[in-house]
């Protein structure tokens, strides 16, 4: 039977706007970042019973399902891997969460919420704010909860309040095993300690294992203010120290973001003039982005910024208000792009060891690349940092180096600074490369153990996830790993 | 081969302090709530090959490790069962962590500390306070960081802090299978976003799947000051409400423990008369003890307290200095065995619910067992409630009441109220009976496709934890599901 008349029959279970086919499809083969992928169908169902119909037509027709939320995902595991001659013959299929629309359902004496997998955070939050309350997870995209779950979304105040997982109360998931069972594990309750989480080790899974399809969080009070400056540490030390500071006199600290003069100009190059803090004069070395959110924290930050002067940490100062001071923060990633070929690393190392891995990778950067530029930011106050290695004026990162300078990096970050080789975006067919070589045995017997009761046949997530279900060992059949090599990054910032 | 040559054998693959036999072993094999179990010995490795020489020794002889902190969880899973007739024959011996002492090391800059499974809280905080950091998490016990991985541990701050789980950032823990796998996710890093984390699957697990040797955590800024009242709100509703208003003006809430009217009286009748808040009076039906951390909290706390008085949610109000005000909260456990016998039920609602699943309790109890009281406390922050039932004068909780009433109130939280069965405690063969009833089959799948993996002839964990690994289902096998039949939660609150 072809892969036609098994989608027809899929359709007929489901309902007309179920099953899509042939043109049209692009919106979800084409990744936020990295190469467009080529899904033979796109399958959208409505709720739980449509979502196990569809697994339990994967099972049978050989499909691969390629869970996809908003598709904003920076690794490349939400959609299907380009066509390659040497690719496996299952066909590879979009399941997207976008029709699982469930609530949300705010409850605002227990400060939860219920919602499908296809809503939006936007959406969530346009809801609880009818309460004052909100997911607090903030970043430049806009992803499904679903898709939040599957990478464990952090961003920029995730100083402040975690990440996903930190926010996770429950999930329900359809698992692929021969029963197509279901993890209930939908609960706003806050105290229910009954062993082992199966909702905690969905998150970050990348959509292997099970397809989530209801969650449920925790929702904080929106804080009645919020203030914000953008500072000048005298150098790297310092802005580490000031961090520690801040923290210890127990100022209410939200974000902490640290940019590099590159990184700096390329924002100032694709915004207004009157926009920046330092009035046009050379961007400094470092330059951080200070978030205050409460009760007052206008004076507050104020009294904290003459603190850091009077102690040394910073040199210059410029208060602004919140949307102006993050519009430059927030333009870094278009500045890139129009600066030339971007190849980003997301990694992070212990706070402490930020300006001193900062040192060493652009002294690996000069000896790999030395015609390219370094143009770092990053979520300082949690170790993270997106190292962007810009060929300025290029339209391509020649791939004459970007094997060996993600592999440069990477070995200093991992081996000399006990760093991650994904700190916040998580892990897809872009990075599986580096998955495979720093995970240890005992968490890869655990996964396959897992992979084994929840899907045996491998019919769940992106086939370059390394850890997903399926008979044959990852590096045998898995295009993500083979082909990367040693590992390809998303080439964005 | 029989147990003593097995042993000896073992004693000369570790050190002579390692193995324990014979008289002696009554601390290892007392819980600190319910019947002594019979631990045939005690071993005490001292590092991460010493455990790992451990289970490969159990998988050989055929032992069950019981692994074992500071045997002060409340859920009988850290001791072995007592003897019994049909049990199985198999050794029962405890891995007790207790020489597992590495570190604590402390990072003061990224706020992060290591430490060894045996490491208790308190040491790990007085080493920690030297920096002004903590691990925020407040109860009566002074348990060892692994065992607070092993039982997620909660407390009383939960409302601010969250649990073990919010603060852990990694593990390394030793699997039984048969190489005897390292699951080595042991980093400080906080941004490490690399797919599905084994340290959070192993947090509540009760010592099944792995046996953790090392535990990375963050640490959290002591507060500059702490304030506490006791305050009396109008009605069961109102002490929802207060809550509800103090998280929405944004006040540092860091406990909000409800107490009802037995369990104060319960409390008073074993403290000094001068601490009591509300100098001798009458018992309210509801008294709560509210706490506030940070700068300037003793302020806030009387704006707060006047402003929920105006509101009509509080009749009455007492501000006590912290130590006071804690002394009679702590004094319940030890006032309610004073008391009597006691049922202790550990159970949460959604927070809305506390008031009436209060009193739908109270029907039911008086309906099963009209002799007896309620005397019930909790952290209703959190939606947590230590339902309590009190035999006045009683040396033993009747055993013809105590299956009826546990299967009475418990079907009565879970299935009316959707609540828990274990909010806090944990799982162990005091309540496994209550998992087995309420956990759905996606979740049992993946927990036995995980046991098949790391633990595949069931060495690690008490036999009567139902999602452990080994041979059998576990009905067959576990005579603490078994026996328990309707369950046999802990007789203490």
Same mark, same amino acid.
Do not use: C
């Given at each position: 039977?072809?892969?036609?008349?098994? +989608?027809?029959? =899929?359709?007929?279970?489901?309902?007309?706007?179920?099953? %899509?086919?042939?043109?049209?499809?692009?919106?979800?083969?084409?990744?936020?970042? $990295?190469?467009?992928?080529?899904?033979?169908?796109?399958?959208?169902?409505?709720?739980?019973?449509?979502? !196990?119909?569809?697994?339990?037509?994967?099972?049978?027709?050989?499909?691969? +399902?390629?869970?996809?939320?908003?598709?904003?995902?920076?690794?490349?595991?939400?959609?299907?891997?380009?066509?390659?001659?040497?690719?496996?013959?299952?066909?590879?299929?979009? +399941?997207?969460?976008?029709?699982?629309?469930?609530?949300?359902?705010?409850?605002?004496?227990? !400060?939860?919420?219920?919602?499908?997998?296809?809503?939006?955070?936007?959406?969530?939050?346009?809801?609880?704010?009818?309460?004052?309350?909100? %997911?607090?997870?903030?970043?430049?995209?806009?992803?499904?909860?679903?898709?939040?779950?599957?990478?464990?979304?952090?961003?920029?105040?995730?100083?402040?309040?975690?990440?996903?997982?930190?926010?996770?109360?429950?999930?329900?998931?359809?698992?692929?095993?021969?029963?197509?069972?279901?993890?209930?594990? =939908?609960?706003?309750?806050?105290?229910?300690?009954?062993?082992?989480?199966?909702?905690?080790?969905?998150?970050?899974?990348?959509?292997? /294992?099970?397809?989530?399809?209801?969650?449920?969080?925790?929702?904080?009070?929106?804080?009645?203010?919020?203030?914000?400056?953008?500072?000048?540490?005298?150098?790297?030390?310092?802005?580490?120290?000031?961090?520690?500071?801040?923290?210890?006199? $127990?100022?209410?600290?939200?974000?902490?973001?640290?940019?590099?003069?590159?990184?700096?100009?390329?924002?100032?190059?694709?915004?207004?003039?009157?926009?920046?803090? /330092?009035?046009?004069?050379?961007?400094?070395?470092?330059?951080?982005?200070?978030? =205050?959110?409460?009760?007052?924290?206008?004076?507050?930050?104020?009294?904290?910024?003459?603190?850091?002067?009077?102690?040394?940490?910073?040199?210059?100062?410029?208060?602004?208000?919140?949307?102006?001071?993050?519009?430059? !923060?927030?333009?870094?990633?278009?500045?890139?792009?129009?600066?030339?070929?971007?190849?980003?690393?997301?990694?992070?190392?212990?706070?402490?060891?930020?300006?001193?891995?900062?040192? &060493? &990778? !652009?002294?690996?950067?000069?000896?790999?690349?030395?015609?390219?530029?370094?143009?770092? /930011?990053?979520?300082?106050?949690?170790?993270?940092?997106?190292?962007?290695?810009?060929?300025?004026?290029?339209?391509?990162?020649?791939?004459?180096?970007?094997?060996? =300078?993600?592999?440069?990096?990477?070995?200093?970050?991992?081996?000399?600074?006990?760093?991650?080789?994904?700190?916040?975006?998580?892990?897809?067919?872009?990075?599986?490369?580096?998955?495979?070589?720093?995970?240890?045995?005992?968490?890869? +017997?655990?996964?396959?153990?897992?992979?084994?009761?929840?899907?045996?046949?491998?019919?769940?997530?992106?086939?370059?996830?390394?850890?997903?279900?399926?008979?044959?060992?990852?590096?045998?059949?898995?295009?993500?790993?083979?082909?990367?090599?040693?590992?390809?990054?998303?080439?964005?910032?």
């Amino acid at each position: 039977v072809g892969l036609d008349a098994e +989608l027809e029959r =899929l359709a007929a279970d489901l309902d007309a706007a179920a099953v %899509l086919r042939g043109g049209g499809l692009d919106r979800y083969g084409t990744p936020a970042r $990295g190469a467009p992928g080529h899904p033979d169908a796109v399958v959208r169902p409505a709720d739980l019973e449509q979502v !196990r119909t569809v697994v339990a037509w994967a099972r049978g027709a050989g499909a691969v +399902l390629v869970p996809q939320g908003a598709n904003s995902g920076l690794v490349g595991a939400s959609t299907p891997p380009p066509r390659r001659p040497d690719r496996e013959a299952r066909p590879m299929v979009v +399941l997207s969460t976008e029709r699982l629309r469930a609530g949300p359902v705010v409850d605002p004496v227990a !400060r939860t919420a219920v919602v499908g997998a296809g809503v939006r955070l936007s959406e969530l939050n346009e809801e609880a704010a009818a309460h004052r309350l909100e %997911l607090p997870i903030d970043l430049g995209a806009d992803p499904s909860l679903g898709g939040m779950v599957a990478t464990n979304t952090g961003g920029s105040r995730m100083i402040a309040h975690g990440d996903l997982r930190a926010h996770l109360l429950g999930v329900r998931a359809v698992a692929a095993d021969d029963r197509v069972s279901v993890v209930d594990e =939908l609960t706003t309750l806050r105290k229910h300690n009954v062993g082992p989480s199966l909702t905690q080790l969905l998150v970050g899974a990348g959509g292997a /294992f099970a397809v989530v399809t209801d969650v449920a969080v925790s929702l904080e009070r929106v804080p009645r203010e919020r203030a914000t400056a953008w500072m000048v540490p005298v150098d790297g030390p310092a802005a580490i120290a000031a961090v520690v500071d801040l923290e210890a006199r $127990g100022a209410p600290l939200s974000a902490y973001e640290v940019v590099g003069a590159h990184a700096l100009e390329a924002a100032r190059g694709v915004g207004p003039p009157g926009a920046d803090p /330092f009035g046009g004069a050379p961007a400094p070395e470092l330059s951080v982005l200070v978030e =205050l959110s409460g009760d007052d924290v206008a004076e507050r930050l104020t009294a904290e910024l003459e603190r850091l002067a009077a102690d040394g940490r910073i040199r210059d100062a410029v208060v602004q208000p919140p949307t102006r001071a993050w519009s430059l !923060r927030h333009r870094i990633t278009e500045g890139l792009r129009a600066r030339g070929a971007v190849l980003g690393l997301d990694v992070s190392v212990p706070r402490g060891s930020l300006d001193a891995f900062r040192v &060493a &990778a !652009r002294r690996v950067v000069a000896r790999v690349a030395p015609e390219a530029e370094v143009a770092d /930011f990053g979520h300082w106050g949690d170790g993270g940092m997106h190292l962007n290695v810009v060929w300025v004026g290029g339209d391509e990162v020649p791939a004459h180096r970007r094997a060996e =300078l993600v592999d440069a990096v990477l070995a200093l970050v991992v081996g000399d600074f006990g760093g991650s080789f994904s700190a916040e975006h998580g892990v897809g067919p872009h990075n599986a490369a580096w998955w495979d070589r720093t995970v240890g045995d005992g968490t890869r +017997l655990a996964l396959q153990g897992l992979a084994a009761a929840l899907d045996p046949l491998g019919v769940l997530g992106h086939p370059g996830l390394p850890y997903r279900g399926g008979p044959a060992p990852p590096a045998a059949t898995h295009p993500g790993t083979a082909a990367g090599g040693s590992g390809s990054p998303n080439n964005d910032p």
